[in-house]
Nanobody, 122 residues
Framework: QVQLVESGGGLVQAGGSLRLSCTAS????????MGWFRQAPGKEREFVAT????????YYADSVKGRFTISRDNAKNTVYLQMNSLKPEDTAVYYC??????WGPGVKYDSWGQGTQVTVSS
């Protein structure tokens, strides 16, 4: 497993942008598929985006497609989530997660960060 620390959350007005970062410890980050998930108050955690560990392929939830972009910098052990055109319904705690040599929305991620709050005001 890797240890993951998210940053970059905050309060933003609807239509604004934020970039979340998730930095991993260890020297095997490049072998981890990474994902972003979110959990709004009173709701279950949901998948947001994922990026592969080998080819930088990406996949998004329909609710964020065209607005959010996931990327990674293996030299910095960091995965990013660029969020544009934010909506109040994007308000949630955002978590990054990692899985060894796998990726996708339905795999079992076994490393999780502590989460970062994103609040979008209307």
């Amino acid at each position: 497993q890797v240890q993951l620390v998210e940053s970059g959350g905050g309060l933003v007005q609807a239509g604004g942008s934020l970039r979340l970062s998730c930095t991993a410890s260890g020297r095997t980050f490049s072998s981890y598929g990474m994902g972003w998930f979110r959990q709004a108050p009173g709701k279950e955690r949901e998948f947001v985006a994922t990026i592969s560990w080998r080819s930088n392929s990406t996949y998004y939830a329909d609710s964020v497609k065209g607005r959010f972009t996931i990327s990674r910098d293996n030299a910095k052990n960091t995965v990013y989530l660029q969020m544009n055109s934010l909506k109040p319904e994007d308000t949630a705690v955002y978590y990054c997660a990692g899985v060894w040599r796998s990726w996708g929305p339905g795999v079992k991620y076994d490393s999780w960060g502590q989460g970062t709050q994103v609040t979008v005001s209307s």
